[in-house]
């Protein structure tokens, strides 16, 4: 089995930063990408950044644009989301999530981590 444990969540004022970190532990997988999405209290999740980790390609929401940035290290494959200027609208559980190569869909998830903007 894979895990996925998430760790750097927490509380910010607004314009403040976080660094959010994902490490990938247990049974060895190849991936395909590797992603972070979010979950604001009565909203469905939605997506917020992934990578292609055969390329480095990145994708990003718009809403997390020029603010946000994903990277990775691919021995003890983890990835990190580094998020900027947060805003109160930033508020979620973020999860870390992974697409095994010949799976349609991210089929792996951490625990989630909650991050809190205050205003």
């Known amino acids: 089995q894979v895990q996925l444990v998430e760790s750097g969540g927490g509380s910010v004022q607004a314009g403040g930063s976080l660094r959010l970190s994902c490490v990938a532990s247990?049974?060895?997988?190849?991936?395909?990408?590797m992603g972070w999405f979010r979950q604001a209290p009565g909203k469905e999740r939605e997506f917020v950044a992934s990578?292609?980790?055969?390329?480095?390609?990145?994708y990003y929401a718009d809403s997390v644009k020029g603010r946000f940035t994903i990277s990775r290290k691919i021995v003890k494959p983890s990835v990190f989301l580094q998020m900027n200027s947060l805003e109160p609208e930033d508020t979620a559980v973020y999860y870390c999530?992974?697409?095994?190569?010949?799976?349609?869909?991210?089929?792996?998830w951490g625990q989630g981590t909650q991050v809190t903007v205050s205003s």
């Open positions: 247990g049974r060895t997988f190849s991936s395909h990408a």
């Open positions: 990578m292609r980790w055969s390329t480095g390609d990145t």
């Open positions: 999530a992974a697409q095994a190569v010949g799976a349609t869909s991210y089929n792996y």
